[in-house]
Structure formats: C-alpha cells, structure tokens
C-alpha cells in the first residue's frame, strides 16, 4: 500500500511538471540552471556540454534514477541537422532518508555532463545554436517544486585538427563522475534478494558505501545493503522490491566508495555470486588497518626513503650535513633537531595543502607539487644556486646549507629534503598514504607527522646518539674539497630539473628558464667577486636577481607548451585510460596496467630494472599480454581518480589483470625482473 502511495506521488508530480512550466519561467528557481560548452570543436567532432545545477541552501536536486520519491531531470533537446547530443552522465549521488523514503539527491551545487556530436556538414567558423527545455523537481525535507528552463549555449565550430586545452572547471566536474570498473559484475538473485559480486581490490578502503541501481522497480531502496569482502571481490546483498518487473534485468548502478563521493560505474552479468565473505560493519565502512599500525607504516616508509632513489637528488645536502654533525654534542643536537623540524614541517605542510585541495573538489594526489611548472622551475634556480655555492662561486651572506652549526641552514636544509624526496611512493608507505587520503584530519595530519619523522630519523639518531657520532670523520679541511665534489649531484639534479620542466611544459618553457639560470649564474659569480674583495654583495644585484625570476614568473603562463610525447620504449604500450582499459579487459587477455611519472626516480628505476626490458617483452609477447601505460607527469585528473578508486595515493602503481577478467593484481612499489615475467608464463 505504502509502495502505490508513493508511485501515485511520483506520478503526480511528472504530470505536474508540464502544467507549472510556463509560470515557472517567470516565477525564481529554488536551482538555478544553467548550459555551457568547454571548448570550439571542429567538424564531427565531440565536445562536452554541461548542465549546472546550484541548489539553494536546504533545497536539493535528484539523480537520473530519484529513489523512492522525487523525479529526475527530463531534457528535450533542439538542435540543428546532423548535431547529436549524447546520453547524460551524472555525477555520483548523495543518499537522502526521509519518513522512511530513500531518494538520491544532490544538495549542493552539480553538473550534468553531456556529450555533443558536431554535425560532420559544419562549416568551420560558424556557430551551432543548442538549446535544450529542462525540467526537474526542487525539493526541501517538507516541499517539492516542479521547475522548467530553456537553455541555451552556441558552440562555435572550429577548423579540423585544431586543438583546445581542457576547461578546468570542467575537469572539476569529470572528477565527480564515477568512473568505470574495467570489468562486470557478477549477479545472482532469489526471491527475496538480488546478490551482486563487484571485482574490487581489498586495498581499497570503503567508507559508507552504498549502490545506486539504475533500473526503477527491481531493490527496495530504503532496506539495508548488505556489504561483504572475499578477497578481491566485493559482495552486496540487495532486498528486491515488492513490485515484481515481468523480467528482472541484471542491475546497473554506481558504487558510492566514501564520503569524499569517489564511485565506480557498475556493469554486470547473470552468474554465480560466492557465499560466504567477511561482512563490513554495520555503517558500512570497510576497517582501516588501525591507527598505530599505519603510523608505524608511515615512519617506516619514511625512514626507507632515505635509501630510495627518490632522495638521491638531496644527498649532496645530507652529506654536509653529516660532516658537521660531529663538530660538537650541543651543535649537533641543534643541527639534528632543526632538520627534523624542517623535514616534518614540509611533510605536515604538504599534507595539509593536499586534504585542502581535495576538500575544495581538486582531484589531486601525492606528491602534486612537481606536476606545477612553475614549481619545477623554482626547484631548478635553487639547484643551479647551490650548485655554485658548493664550486665556491658564492658565499651565502647569512647562515647557510655549507655553514658549521647553522640551525637555520639545517632546517632549511630538511625542508628541501622533504619537498624533493616524498613525490615517490616506497614499501609501506603506500598504505599509510592512501588511508591519509580517507581518514578525518586529525589522524591524516598525525600520519603526515610520522613520514617526516621517518625520513628524518637518521640524522636525528645521529644528533642524540655519541656512538654514531663519534663513527663520523672529524671535521678538517678534507670539508671544503667534499663540499666541491658535493656540487656533482646537486649539478646533475639541475640537469634532471631542466628536463623535467622540457616534459612538463615543452622545449621552449625548458629554454626560456635555461637562460635565466645562465644569467642567474652570472649574477651569483659576480657577487662572489665583490665578496672575494671585500665588498659588500650589493643590493643591486639582489634587486636583479629577484626582477630576473619574477619576469620568468610572469612569463611562465605565455611559454608553455604541451611536450612532444614520450618515445615509445622497448615494452610497447597503449596510453591508460579508462576506456581503453575497460577494451583491453572485454578482450579477454592478460593487462598490465603501470602509472608512472618522470619526477619519480623509483618509476625510472623499476623501468630500466624490470618493465622496459628484452626479457619482459617477450615474455608479455607470448602471453598476449595487452599494456596500457598511465602517466601523471602532469596533472591528469582521470587518473589521479582511478589512482584513488584503486587506494593510492600517488605513483608508482602496478595492476595486473589476469586473463578471462579475473580480479586485478596489485604489484608491490619495488619490481624485480621475475616478477613481470613470472605474472606472464602463468
């Protein structure tokens, strides 16, 4: 009875839409709406128009399917000959229990992505009017509005082959769509329930779960789901409705992952579901290892990196700071202390940044500052400055990183260390990460704490520990030549930073900052000259210096350019995406999936030490297997999406996807050459 109740409503309410729509274009919305297009497109091509939905404070909008109540939007589209909008994609929806009722909503602002097909007649230059009539229902806890606006937008059509950069707003709403699973679901039903087995690694942790079927009539939306884990797959157990459909399809939907609203797209087939499983708890969230454990991950992982490759650009800084670590007890606390400081502090102010930007709808990862050009730049003026500090080109003409007792150069010195060495992911350190990103803040800043602590735990032994100490070279004049030698790492760290910025924002953006390094190094040996004499270094020269980079500065967002792509290695791989993945597995063949990022030298490590080699080539030849290569030099938001929805915080990630759509593998972060090898001759 309460079930009629409520599609009588629903019925009542779609008829009601027409009949309200001409005095709601007078009367003012409770959801402001509005149409937008990202960018010109040429002839038969796709461009992506959006729906911009901004609900009032207390009144909410629907998903495509409402739940128990509400009515999702219906748009009527007019457009020219031979335009196609396509089929709408929605973000992932929020749950919303009223008296009993569960509807799928949005109560804050959302945008409907819709793809639109140029009419392959169009001629270049032209515009192409679109307009669309939108009707949807605007509700609060106690009211429902039935609302109607025509909307319209002009895409301009532009010359074939041309292209366009992204809209960041609109990689912003991408980010809020569920991403597909890259395989299907298994489904089984029985009278009363509808079981559906999700491929989902045990590494990814759940928080409040929850699965929004597509199809209308087939679960009870308000009944409980029911999650379990059996290894890799992910079991949901569904009450079916009392509205028996004449043939039940298998379900579609979307998986709500956490709070956050990270989602999967969910496509299934009839099968059999395995009994069994360990059910999650009652709030439907998935056990995070407990919080001690993961501190202890996060200092281990921490106190690894310093035998990583991901430090070795910063070793010419430790280095000296070890040589004066001995010169006295009290000098070598305060130097111990300051540098822990100093490594702690980045890592807490890193981390701090990053749940900020994730809070504010940026779709970002670990270690998101060397995706930033301008910041790469900044990191190549400072190698390149003490580079020539080291050769003696220069005196710092306050305490620095070369001076005997100097805490500010200490911290100074742990702050860079930080910076450079925490964009790769080494062995426990992955998972301490990936729960930071999920946890509420209090603990996700203590395990930021505790990496920083474990990268800076050596040099802190070394500071409180006389036995240590005393094992150092006693401090001499040997000091001077191992601080020259000392510039041989810091020189090729420049030289990496000066690629890296070519990979990040082309060869002209690279050549530009080559020349103010030059003309920096010019100044910085002309105020070594006057130092040399006796002279003060001048505030002209500073004066220059800081005109010289804030002109670079400002002429970074004129120089980019987009880098010519990466030269195919000796395993040939498809780029990632999650399309490509998804075709990659329907073919039925082993896929390896591996996401890397030039920045991260333990990606570049395992690639000349097990990825790009003769043996894994042939190996993966025989075995058929498909590659599909992600790269996140870049900011890519789909990819930093998927990096989340596997439970990783940042690179190197390694999926292997057996034959015949089995569960994905996760690879450790450190590969050896069997390992690629062993996966292929299974």
Known sequence: MIRRYRLLVAVLLQALVPLCAAQSLAAPTHIAAGLLVETPAAPGETVMLALHMRPEPGWHGYWS??????LGMVLKWRTTYGTVP????????????????????????????????ISRDALSGSVVPVSVEADWLACTDRICVPEHAMLQVEVTVAAPGRRFAPSRQFDQWRM??????????????????????????????????HFFVNEDHIVAYAAPQRFSRKGDLLIIELKRSEIDPPALPAPTGVLRLNRAGDGLLIESQWGIVPSGGKPLEST???????????????LVGGLLLNIMPCVFPILSLKALSLARAGESKAEARAEGLAYSAGVVLACMGLGALLLALRAGGSEVGWAFQLQEPLVVAALLMLAVTLTANFLGAFEFAIPGFARAGSAKGAFATGLLAAFV?????????????????????????????????????PFLAIAFVPALRRSLPKPGAWMATFRRWMALPMGLTALALLWLASRLGGAFFAAVWFGIAIALVVKLILIGAKQRHGLASGKRALVGIAGLLIAGAAATPHILRQPEAAVQGILPAQPFSETALAKARASGKPVFAWFTADWCLICKVNEQVAIERVETRAAFARAGVIVLRGDWTRRDPAITHFLTTQGAAGVPLYLWYPAGGGAPQQLPQVLTPGILTGLAGR
């Open 65 to 70: 399917n409402p739940g128990d109540a509400g």
């Open 86 to 117: 396509g089929i709408p994609q929605y973000p992932v929806p929020q749950t919303l229990l009223i008296s009993g009722l569960m509807n799928h909503v949005y109560e804050s602002e959302y945008a409907v992505l819709v793809p639109f097909r």
């Open 176 to 209: 809020r769509l569920p991403a597909p699973l890259g395989g299907k679901a298994i489904v089984s039903a029985s009278d009363a329930n509808i079981r559906i087995g999700i491929p989902l690694p045990s590494s990814i942790a759940l928080d409040t779960p």
């Open 284 to 298: 439907g969230t998935a056990r995070l290892p407990p919080l001690p454990l993961l501190l202890l991950g996060a």
């Open 421 to 457: 060495a925490t964009p790769c992911t080494g062995p426990f350190m992955a998972a301490a990460m990936g729960a930071a990103l999920l946890l509420p803040v209090a603990p996700a800043m203590a395990l930021f704490a505790a990496l920083g602590l474990g990268i800076a735990l």
